[in-house]
T-cell receptor
Framework: ETGVTQSPTHLIKTRGQQVTLRCSSQ?????VSWYQQALGQGPQFIFQ???????GRGNFPPRFSGLQFPNYSSELNVNALELDDSALYLC??????????FGPGTRLTVT | AQRVTQPEKLLSVFKGAPVELKCNYS??????LFWYVQYSRQRLQLLLR??SRESIKGFTADLNKGETSFHLKKPFAQEEDSAMYYC?????????????FGQGTILTVHP
């Protein structure tokens, strides 16, 4: 059984640019959630996708958007990057809602 | 608004001593509560879910709705328990699927 994978591992972008982060869910999981984890903080919920539809959203602006594909993999897109977007971005997949299995994360640095 | 508070950023105990990691929550609905753990250089993983009432790796957690607490306990700490521990609250309604995390407690078990 393959776990949740994320790409890339690290990324450096300039303020104002756009970024796409990718997540492959664990086999058999149809739900993907995205979280942002700033240094020294717990993860913060961005949104959740279930069967290609956004199923719930946290307190993030519309420049944070996502997609889920028929194979249940997912993308997180962030437009007009700001310095405060520098963080670890975590993807988690689940077969139901709650037992979420996390990926290793993508470290995004905005300069 | 929903909130999860872990009052201790750092907790140190000696091997064999009891350990209690505190978690308090604020939520108007019926909460789903979890403990997640992150060992050094590993990904975030689910340790306990309150409704399962299981003991995992010797850890237990009891939901106290009166005190709005979900403290994690282990009677005899082991060195391999050293890790970052996060308490998380699952929401329903329009934020269904959202996990709200506390800031985490770093547990260090000394030999």
């Amino acid at each position: 059984e393959t776990g949740v994978t994320q790409s890339p591992t690290h990324l450096i972008k300039t303020r104002g640019q756009q970024v796409t982060l990718r997540c492959s869910s664990q086999s058999g999981h149809n739900t993907v959630s995205w979280y942002q984890q700033a240094l020294g903080q717990g993860p913060q919920f961005i949104f959740q996708y279930y069967r290609e539809e956004e199923n719930g959203r946290g307190n993030f602006p519309p420049r944070f958007s996502g997609l889920q594909f028929p194979n249940y993999s997912s993308e997180l897109n962030v437009n007009a990057l700001e310095l405060d977007d520098s963080a670890l971005y975590l993807c988690a997949s689940s077969a139901g809602v709650w037992e979420q299995y996390f990926g290793p994360g993508t470290r995004l640095t905005v300069t | 608004a929903q909130r999860v508070t872990q009052p201790e950023k750092l907790l140190s105990v000696f091997k064999g001593a009891p350990v209690e990691l505190k978690c308090n929550y604020s939520y108007s609905g019926s909460p789903e509560l979890f403990w997640y753990v992150q060992y050094s250089r590993q990904r975030l993983q689910l340790l306990l879910r309150h409704i399962s009432r299981e003991s995992i790796k010797g850890f237990t957690a009891d939901l106290n709705k009166g005190e709005t607490s979900f403290h994690l306990k282990k009677p005899f700490a082991q060195e391999e328990d050293s890790a970052m521990y996060y308490c998380a609250l699952g929401e329903g309604g329009t934020s269904y699927g959202k996990l709200t995390f506390g800031q985490g407690t770093i547990l260090t078990v000394h030999p």
